[in-house]
C-alpha cells in the first residue's frame, strides 16, 4: 500500500511540476510573496532569504527572484547537511 500511495503522490507531484512550470509572470510573482510570507526571512534589510527542505520550493523561489533580475553571482545558497546524507545528490537536487 505505502508503493501504492508514493506511486500515486509521484504522478500527483509530476503533474503539478509541469502546471507550475506553465504559470504566468503575475502567477509566479503572486506566488514568490505568499512563498517569501510564509518562509523567508525578514531579519536582514536587503537581504531575501527563503529557509526550506524541498527542492522544488527552492527551484520554484529562485525563479521568484530571477522576476527582480537578481543576478547568479548575487544568489548564494547555504545547505545544512547532516552526516548521514549523500552531499553529492542533495546539491543535485537544487
Known sequence: MKRKREAKNQMAYSKIETDIRMLSGREL???GFFLYWGEG???SPGTI?????DPA?????IRWIRLFKVSTEKMHVLLHLYKDMNVEKEILLV
Open 49 to 53: 532569504m527563503i529557509s526550506n527542505t
Open 57 to 61: 520550493v527552492l527551484r520554484y523561489f
Open 29 to 31: 510573482l503572486i506566488g
Open 41 to 43: 526571512s525578514k531579519t
